[in-house]
């Protein structure tokens, strides 16, 4: 699937932001009801951001915490001075209903500081590139 046929305007540059809850974040618990390990998570992670650099793509990955607060002063941080044109939400972040205020927090700062920047939404950091080609490729 493609947003081929959108009629949503395409990204203002090729410069992504891939923002998720960072691994240490997570108590073992948490990784275990996921099927996975911190290794696991922090291996999937870095395979998808080669993925996504072996492109030529330039980008920034943000791992963030689960406050609120923090996760935005973090990206405020990363987005000053800066201008992306897609931002890819991580499932740790969306897929958690404990994390609705974390994602209405991102969201709504990446409107704010960066208005039509494209989002896309990974189901897990296996398929991050995959995710940022359905933004790109139009």
Known sequence: MSHQNSQVKAPINDHVLVIGISPEAFTPEELAAAN????EVTAQIA???AAIQADGTVGELCHV???PDAAEAEI???LAGRSFG???IGSG???RPQST???ERIVNVLIELQPGIQLGFPTGPDNMHETLRRRLDR
């Open 65 to 67: 915490g689960k406050d």
């Open 76 to 78: 405020r941080q990363r």
């Open 101 to 103: 205020l974390l994602l």
């Open 86 to 88: 897609v931002a890819l």
């Open 36 to 39: 996975m390990t911190m290794g």
């Open 93 to 95: 972040v969306r897929l």
């Open 47 to 49: 395979q998808g951001w």
